[in-house]
Structure formats: C-alpha cells, structure tokens
C-alpha cells in the first residue's frame, strides 16, 4: 500500500481539554479531558443524550455546534482552528453512526480524492479497497456502488471501516460502529480496527453502548460520560462494571440519567428537500457534510 498515506505511524497526540460545547444555545459538553495517544484505545461509553456523539462531531468539525471553551490540538496543532476536510488532512477520521449515503460517488473516487488531497499517488487506491474488503469480508460487488447507496446498516459500517483501512488516519473517533451489525460483521470490523492500531499505530476513541465491541478492539481506558463530563474513568474492568450495574448502579440515578437538554426534545435536525443536508447549520442551508441527504425524506 505504498502511495496511500501513512499519518498514522505513531507517536501522534490528539489532546482534549476542557471542551465545552453547545448548540442551539444549550450546553451540551461542560468541560471534558481526554488524551489519546498512537495505539491506544479509548472507549467512551455513557447513557443515551450524554453527549457522546457531540464530543466527535466537534472534534471532527460538524457544522452548527459552537465550542464554548477548552481546546483540541493534534500534536499541538489548533485542531478547532481547522475547517472539517483540514482535520481529516491532518489524520482525524470520523465512523459516523448513521453513515451517509452519496449517490453518485464511487467509493473509489472518493477514497482517490481523499488520498490525491494529501499529494500521495492514488495508484494504490484500488487495490487497497480490494484487500480492505476481503479482510472485512464485504462482498466486492458492492464496491461498485455509490458510496453506501442501498446498502444494509452492517455493509454501511464495513464500508466506513474499510475507508479507515485504506485512509489510515491516525486517530479514528467511531460513533456506535457496533450498531446495526451481527455478530460477524461486529467481530471483522473490530478486528480491523485493532489490526490497525497495531500495524499503522491508529489510535481510536471508540463509542459504544456494549463492552462486545471491546472483545476484539481492546480497550486500554474506559471513560463514561455522563451530563457532558466524564464522570469516571478507568481500564477494561469498568465496561464490565457498567454491564453488571447498568449507568444507574454505578453512576446513581441522577448522573445516569438523559441530559436535561435532551428533556427539551429538540433532537438534531432532520434533513428536508429544502435544507438537504438538515444540520443545525450555520451556515445557509444547513451546510452540514456528516449528515445524510436522504434520510427523511
Ligand atoms: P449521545 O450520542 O450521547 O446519545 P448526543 O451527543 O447525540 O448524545 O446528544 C446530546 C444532547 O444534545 C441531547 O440532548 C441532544 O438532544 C442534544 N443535541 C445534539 N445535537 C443537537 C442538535 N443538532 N440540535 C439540538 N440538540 C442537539
Ligand atoms: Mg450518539
């Protein structure tokens, strides 16, 4: 895979500190830490509206979140400085929840782009999707397809896994790439994702609901989050303690509970015809690339 860029060959930082976050007014994120090292694995799991999916939307740069504090830096480079394709430039990479679906794009062109964007030579692109895809088992035909259209919810996250393989960013931030997928294609795409914080160093912030993730992608720190704070962390064992005694065991009823800006209900925009890309925009038309262009419609 010579030609394919190779930012994550360790010794990368990417550094959180006290991040406060808000969007539409309310803050969502009040002050969160973490440092993730190349190679290293950090689960952040917490209960549903604590924030979870922010924490990487702002670290990726999605539009319509406003950063009330704190700063990230990724080898103490201003990463909130950066515009969203500047951060993947720069080695972060975002597994989205919901991946989006982009008629037609070839995921090759796509992921050619992306490479060519740095000044490598793409000419390895092709085969690199080709082995990326027999180590997923993801069936080759669907590499034809505009990327993730009419795909099930398991191909969707073997697909954003396979464009972590062939990337190789050095840092992964996956937002629930266990949900929506069986046992096999959990087990492929965890292992994956481990192989690479081995062979290129990645280093991960995963976010999940289920330690299963964590039997094949190796947690070195658990963190949970709780209200916008990480309220605990901790190594492998915590993940263990949070299947046993659930958020309310281990956290108390108050913690474990949903944000209160999740009591107002104003979830994420949905995208519409008129505003497609359906974020909480601020810029016209909602502007926002994370978002998928037909769901909803
Ligand atoms: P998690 O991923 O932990 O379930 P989220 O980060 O998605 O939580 O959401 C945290 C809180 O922020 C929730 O109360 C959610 O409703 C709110 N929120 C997130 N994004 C938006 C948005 N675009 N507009 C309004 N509220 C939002
Ligand atoms: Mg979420």
């Not at 990724?74 to 400085?81: K, P």
């Not at 989050?225 to 005694?245: C, F, W």
């Not at 065991?249 to 913690?255: A, E, I, R, S």
Request: glycine letters at 14%; proline letters at 6%.
């Amino acid at each position: 895979m010579s030609g394919v860029r190779t930012p994550g060959s360790s010794g990368h930082v990417l550094e959180v500190r006290g991040l406060r976050a808000g969007v539409a007014g309310r803050e969502i994120l009040r002050g969160v830490d973490l440092t993730l090292h190349s190679g290293e694995v950090h689960a952040v799991m917490g209960p549903n509206g604590s924030g979870k999916s922010t924490l990487a939307h702002v670290i990726m740069g999605r539009p319509g979140y406003e950063v009330l504090g704190g700063s990230v830096t990724l080898d103490g480079a201003d990463v909130l400085a950066m515009t969203p394709w500047q951060r993947a430039h720069a080695g972060l990479f975002l597994a989205l929840q919901y991946p989006t679906e982009v008629p037609g794009v070839s995921l090759q062109d796509l992921l050619e782009s992306a490479v060519r964007a740095t000044g490598h030579d793409a000419g390895d692109v092709a085969a690199a999707i080709r082995a990326e895809a027999e180590r997923l088992a993801l069936d080759p035909q669907l590499l034809d397809r505009p990327v993730n259209v009419d795909l099930s919810g398991g191909e969707k996250k073997k697909n954003e896994t396979l464009q972590l393989g062939v990337l190789r960013p050095a840092f992964a931030l996956l937002d629930e790439l266990d949900s929506g997928l069986d046992i096999d294609a959990l087990r492929a795409c965890a292992r994956r994702v481990e192989a690479a914080t081995e062979e290129s160093g990645l280093g991960v912030l995963a976010i999940t609901h289920y330690p299963r993730l964590l039997h094949e992608l190796r947690a070195d720190h658990v963190h949970v989050l709780a209200k916008g704070a990480i309220v605990r962390s901790g190594g492998p064992d915590l993940a263990r303690e949070l299947d046993e005694n659930g958020y309310v065991g281990l956290l108390g009823p108050d913690l474990a509970g949903e944000s209160e800006t999740a009591a107002v209900g104003a979830g994420p925009a949905r995208p519409t015809i008129d505003d497609p890309f359906g974020g909480p925009g601020t810029s016209p038309g909602g502007g926002d690339p994370f978002a998928d262009p037909l769901a909803g419609l």
